[in-house]
């Protein structure tokens, strides 16, 4: 799988359109999301994305699942995977933690 860096310029539109996207296919897309908290942890698995979005002003970014949000506070570098299509997505985030989204099946933009 080849890792791609998205520049921050770009992370309101890819992720607006990574969310519309989501919302053609016609299954559920479900992930495992992993985040750190004390020690690494595994936040949720099987959740059905709904969406993730980027808020530059507040410089948030929000992942919508059906039974949870997470919020990732001031990315500092946002990288995805792909392997026919967004497989992983990577968030370092102000602290310098990583946060991995992981789509069951790959999502061509």
């Not at 559920?28 to 979005?53: D, H």
């Not at 002003?57 to 995805?80: A, G, T």
Request: net charge negative.
């Amino acid at each position: 799988m080849a890792e791609k860096c998205i520049v921050p310029a770009e992370w309101e539109e890819f992720f607006d359109n990574f969310s519309k996207k989501l919302k053609g296919l016609s299954e559920k897309t479900t992930i495992e999301l992993v985040a750190p908290s004390v020690s690494e942890a595994e936040e949720g698995k099987n959740l059905t994305l709904a969406g993730i979005s980027y808020d530059p002003k507040d410089k948030v970014l929000s992942v919508f699942c059906e039974d949870l949000d997470h919020l990732i506070n001031k990315p500092q570098e946002i990288c995805v995977e792909e392997d026919g299509g967004i497989k992983i997505i990577r968030v370092t985030d102000g602290t310098g933690l990583e946060h991995f989204i992981k789509l069951a099946q790959p999502i061509s933009l």
